[in-house]
Structures are given as C-alpha cells and as structure tokens.
C-alpha cells in the first residue's frame, strides 16, 4: 500500500473511530496515565498495520480487530504485572444498591457501574461488550474476536439481563 493511501486510510480510521479509541482505552485501562498510554499505542498500532490493510474486510471490522488485539495485549501484559482478579460475565454479581434505579439511569453512575463490571471481566467478555457498546453488531463482533455470532449474541443478553435485574431493582427480576 502506497503511504499516500496508508496516511487517508488513517485519517478516515481516526475521524471514524476516534472516540471510540478513547472509550475503548477506558474500558481496558482505568489508571488516567495509563489510558492515554494506551490510546496512543492503540493509534499507532493501527497505523502501522494499515500497511498490509487488503481491503478483504471492512475498514471498520480491521479498526476494531486491530484495536482489540492491541487493548487485549496490554491488558494481559498489566495482568501480569498486577494480577487482577478477573470474572467470567456469568460470575459476576452487582451488589451496589445506593440509588434508586431512576436515579442512575439519568446519571453518569449508571456508566460508571457498567464500566466497573466491565473492568471486572475476562478479555473475550470484555471486548465483546466494549464492541457492543460501540454498536458494533453481533457478527462483526463474531468477526473481530473470532467468537460465534450465536456465542456473541448469549454475552450481549446475559449482560443486557445483569443490567437489567440492577436497574429494576432486587425485588423485580429475579
């Protein structure tokens, strides 16, 4: 690929995708320093592989695949270093019950719990989510983490349902 072509490919990937990279970086690194670390390497990540980008697949599904490889190695490589306890999607259990399910679902809190359960989960559950919420659909999603869409699709709804048993409440969906 000629670096003319590399350069437009990225700034397209960049305007695109731009703030996606950010809240990605978030889902991935909590540390503020540590999260611009990794949204620039996340960027540069993607701009050297857009050298061997083919065009067999949708700019979208490369940015997404690249990214994800990239936030996954970091996050293995600070596991290592840290050793956090990370939870599969079906183990984890919400036990925050301060506000009223309306009160959260106006608020930044109701984020801030969602990332917090995210920051909680194994890589795959991770990047299937963090995709999810940048609305990526089920079978790119599939594409990118080399998951089943069918397999994708059981993540998504375990976690719409976690969601929605807290915000409805203890007493309202059991």
């Known amino acids: 690929?000629?670096?003319?072509?590399?350069?437009?490919?990225?700034?397209?990937a960049i305007d695109r995708f731009g703030g996606a990279l950010a809240r990605l970086a978030r889902?991935?690194?909590?540390d503020?320093?540590?999260?611009r670390d990794l949204e620039q390497e996340l960027q540069v990540a993607l701009w050297q592989s857009l050298a061997a980008f083919d065009g067999r697949c949708s700019l979208s599904t490369w940015v997404w695949r690249v990214v994800h490889n990239r936030a996954t190695s970091h996050m293995l490589a600070s596991k290592?270093?840290?050793?956090?306890?990370?939870?599969?999607?079906?183990?984890?259990?919400?036990?925050?019950?301060?506000?009223?399910?309306?009160?959260?679902?106006?608020?930044?809190?109701?984020m801030q719990l969602i990332l917090s359960i995210i920051d909680r989960l194994d890589p795959p559950d991770r990047q299937i989510l963090l995709l999810y919420l940048e609305g990526v659909a089920a079978a790119e999603i599939g594409v990118v983490t080399g998951v089943s869409p069918d397999?994708?699709?059981?993540?998504?709804?375990?976690?719409k349902s976690m969601l929605t048993r807290r915000?409805?409440?203890?007493?309202?969906?059991?």
Do not use: C
């Not at 889902?27 to 909590?30: D, I, M, N």
């Open 1 to 12: 690929m000629a670096e003319g072509d590399q350069d437009r490919l990225f700034a397209e």
């Open 27 to 30: 889902g991935y690194e909590t």
């Open 32 to 35: 503020p320093e540590l999260r």
């Open 80 to 110: 290592r270093h840290a050793q956090r306890g990370w939870s599969s999607i079906e183990d984890v259990e919400i036990v925050d019950a301060e506000n009223t399910p309306f009160e959260r679902a106006e608020s930044d809190r109701a």
């Open 151 to 159: 397999a994708v699709a059981t993540k998504i709804h375990r976690f």
């Open 167 to 174: 915000f409805a409440g203890a007493g309202d969906a059991s």
